[in-house]
């Protein structure tokens, strides 16, 4: 049947509606409760815990070894809504603050992240916030918050009808529901009081008593929060004129309660709110003037003095409240707003208020560095939760950024391969420190010593050991990554504290798409951008960081990116050039283990061309050995080998068959670099070749020489690598580049 597209809307709006039940009465609120009382009074903190957990934790590669990455944190970048990179470590932190939080049913500290500028503080905390926002749409994180209603006409002798009407006979046992026509007034309770604080509190621990035992397994849950606080001020005022109109009829009182289904919003301000440093960060009182609604009220409830109370704790409550730059605050108010964390209520005139809110604060470095030199600060420190929120150490993770901004950017020119990725290294690279022989064993001093940053970088991010390093130093390295990465960890001078920022780097990137010089943002392009960068120290406070060895030394640290991006171009080029048809490499790789299995063994091979099962070629095994870097007896090496994968097998049960490239990527390395050393003279001759094509001179070329050059030139122009014809000739000639200061680095070595 065919609906109009006004229709479905309509339909899916009424769904929604009555999906969400917008408005209940008190007796609605309680069967609710009886089911399930942790969801109607769980607190901010609490809440704040589930909206964690509802999205769910998987594991990513980490520094040493897998890390747990929240979905919270990863967004919804399809509707705007941007991932956090990495910071695992800090998601970590934080989950764990809130969550003992949670258990212990009260957070008496403020959660303070701090890091470098520009590390991503905030936008954790705006996921945090976005988290809240849509988990308070989702049926298990429903809040409902307290509202009077005051009908039309109300029983008699009471005072608290309008105009002194009479109340008809079938009087209703709540008024939640009344047609706005019979409604005289309304009052919103603006900090939004859990209604279920109508009850009593000296009734409340029976009354949870009785749900818990049809739900015990709440009981791990803390409900402190529901037994200590209660309704606002304002909103006690009420309840007690109610309660003495009637007589202490308590059954009455919650007829004029009125439960509405509440929504996180940033945009409105509704139990997620960010205030900046100039702002005042309060609750202040203001008498409710006489607008609309209050000239409704019954004579009764005119007479008291009914305030509301306002300011960013007001609009934060039973949410989280943000303190952007919280250090950049006068002394006296951080001092306020720490005593207000830890108590956990504010004064506003006299009247005491209960705050139900997770403040959360972001502070930079060098401000916290100040704030630790006061002689306050020990006071301070207790009421503050530290996060750590670094420069990311990771090229994997970090690339991203410059990924997102590379495509933007590709909309308009064309954008070379290994943009995003230099980027990221160089980026890493300058946030690297030198590890300090000190920190460990003896017998490692030299392999520390030794470590570039870009082997750093390398083994950060892929787990990759410098090739130069033999079997027994490389298992060493490896299992030296934890240590590495915690070195400076527990120190003020943290790796990630200082380098290049995400921002400085975009800015370079975007820099480099608007060179005169440059056709295209190809990596030529991009390399010339960061030698300005790093040409004025007085610019970039990562240039003014002292150096040791070649860490933190830029020019020494690019030109180490520099390398590795012409280690990428290189192989793009070699493989552009076919000179063995696609996958040959990895074909040979992977036969050769199953021969020297085979050989050590003493079993048999299948020949995938006659199908007949052969013992292991010599030959074959002889051709790849020559290509690995095998020092000592091949016997030796080859039963090592074999081994390794046997103990990789018992390991990895269901890998079938095994990925010989991800068990060797040394060998596998090893194996191409040593393939093209053996035609080196052909490669850099076709590259002369290709950087000849399109000039007059090509056409000299004998027509197998123009065939091959046309050839590669056609392959690095494919969609993959990418290239286009300007940035394919000025990759070739970083190739040749690269190629040339080998022999240089190999002869001067
Ligand atoms: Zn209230
Ligand atoms: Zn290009």
């Given at each position: 049947m065919e609906t109009s597209p006004s229709d479905r809307i309509a339909r899916s709006v009424a769904q929604r509606f009555a999906g969400d039940r917008r408005l209940l009465t008190f007796d609605d609120l309680l069967a609710e409760f009886s089911a399930d009382p942790y969801l109607l009074v769980r607190n901010a903190e609490q809440y704040m815990r589930d909206v964690i957990e509802h999205g769910g934790s998987y594991a990513v590669p980490g520094i040493g070894g897998e890390v747990t990455r929240w979905r919270?944190?990863?967004?919804?970048p399809a509707d705007g809504v941007a991932a956090l990179i990495g910071q695992e470590e800090a998601q970590r932190d934080v989950v764990e603050t809130i969550s003992a939080a949670a258990r212990e049913g009260r957070l008496d500290r403020m959660i303070v992240l701090h890091g470098?500028?520009?590390?991503g503080k905030s936008s954790l905390v705006e996921l945090l916030q976005w988290g809240l926002e849509l988990y308070s749409h989702q049926p298990d994180g429903a809040l409902y918050a307290l509202r009077w209603i005051f009908p039309r006409t109300a029983p008699e002798?009471?005072?608290?009808g309008f105009g002194g009407a009479r109340a008809a006979?079938?009087?209703?046992?709540?008024?939640?529901?009344?047609e706005p026509e019979h409604v005289a007034a309304r009052i919103v309770c603006e900090l939004r009081c859990?209604?279920?604080?109508?009850?009593?509190d000296s009734e409340r621990p029976a009354l949870l008593e009785s749900a818990l035992e049809r739900r015990?397994?709440?009981?791990?849950?803390?409900?402190r929060h529901y037994l200590d606080s209660n309704l606002c001020p304002r909103c006690k005022q009420i309840y007690e004129a109610l309660l003495s109109a009637y007589h202490g009829d308590w059954r009455r009182v919650v007829r004029h309660v009125q439960v509405e289904r509440i929504f996180i919003s940033r945009r409105f301000r509704s139990g997620a709110v960010v205030t900046q440093p100039?702002?005042?960060a309060d609750a202040q009182l203001r008498m409710v003037s006489g607008d609309g609604g209050l000239a409704g009220l019954p004579a009764h409830l005119q007479s008291l003095p009914l305030f509301e109370v306002v300011g960013d704790l007001a609009d934060a409550n039973r949410g989280v409240l943000e303190f952007s730059d919280?250090?950049?605050?006068n002394l006296e108010l951080s001092k306020y707003l720490l005593q207000t964390t830890e108590k956990g209520f504010v004064t506003v005139g006299n009247l005491l208020l209960d705050l139900d809110v997770v403040f959360l604060a972001t502070a930079n470095e060098r401000h916290l560095e100040a704030f630790k030199q006061l002689p306050e600060f020990a006071s301070f420190q207790a009421r503050m939760a530290f996060v750590r929120v670094p420069y990311l150490r990771e090229t994997g993770k970090e690339v991203a950024v410059y990924r997102s901004i590379a495509a933007e950017m590709a909309r308009s020119r064309h954008v070379g391969p290994h943009i995003a990725e230099t980027c990221a290294l160089f980026a890493v690279l300058t946030r690297l420190h030198q590890p300090q022989?000190?920190?460990?064993?003896?017998?490692?001093h030299g392999l520390v010593h030794e470590l570039t940053p870009l082997e750093k970088a390398l083994l950060y991010a892929e787990g990759r050991v410098p090739d130069r390093l033999d079997g027994t130093n490389a298992r060493e390295l490896r299992s030296l990554v934890p240590r590495l990465r915690d070195e400076?960890?527990?120190?003020?001078?943290?790796?990630?504290?200082?380098?290049?920022s995400v921002r400085e780097m975009r800015a370079a990137l975007m820099q480099a798409a608007v060179r005169?010089?440059?056709?295209?943002?190809s990596p030529s392009a991009l390399l010339a951008e960061l030698r300005d960068m790093i040409s004025?120290?007085?610019?970039?406070?990562?240039?003014?960081v002292e150096a040791q060895g070649t860490y933190h030394d830029a020019a020494a640290l690019l030109r180490a990116a520099t390398h590795e991006l012409g280690v990428w171009i290189l192989a793009d080029v070699q493989q552009a050039m076919a000179?063995?048809?696609?996958g040959e490499y990895d074909r040979r790789f992977d036969t050769y283990f199953q021969h020297v299995v085979a050989k050590i063994q003493g079993s048999l091979v299948r020949?995938?061309?006659?199908?007949r099962r052969e013992p292991a070629d010599a030959r074959l095994l002889e051709s790849v050995e020559r290509l690995l870097p095998i020092t000592g007896d091949v016997d030796t090496y080859r039963s090592d080998l074999v081994s390794r994968i046997g103990a990789h097998a018992l390991d990895h049960?269901?890998?079938?068959?095994?990925?010989f490239r991800k068990l060797f990527p040394d060998l596998h390395r090893a194996m191409r670099r040593n393939f093209f050393e053996d035609r080196r003279g052909l490669v850099e001759k076709v590259q002369r070749h290709v950087l000849l094509y399109?000039?007059?001179?090509?056409?000299?070329?004998g027509a197998d020489d123009r065939a091959v050059a046309a050839r590669t030139m056609e392959n690095l122009t494919a969609e993959t690598p990418g290239y286009c014809a300007h940035c394919a000739k000025d990759a070739v000639q970083i190739a040749l580049d690269h190629l040339r200061d080998e022999v240089s680095e190999g002869s001067s070595a």
């Open positions: 919270l944190f990863d967004g919804a470098p500028n520009g590390s002798g009471t005072g608290l006979d079938d009087e209703p046992d709540s008024y939640a529901l009344l859990n209604p279920l604080f109508v009850v009593p015990p397994q709440r009981r791990s849950e803390s409900f100039q702002g005042t919280f250090l950049k605050r022989q000190e920190h460990y064993p003896p017998h490692v400076y960890r527990h120190t003020t001078w943290y790796e990630g504290r200082v380098g290049a005169d010089d440059a056709a295209c943002v004025d120290p007085s610019l970039y406070r990562f240039l003014q000179l063995v048809p696609e020949d995938p061309n006659t199908g049960p269901d890998e079938q068959p095994i990925d399109g000039s007059a001179s090509f056409d000299d070329l």
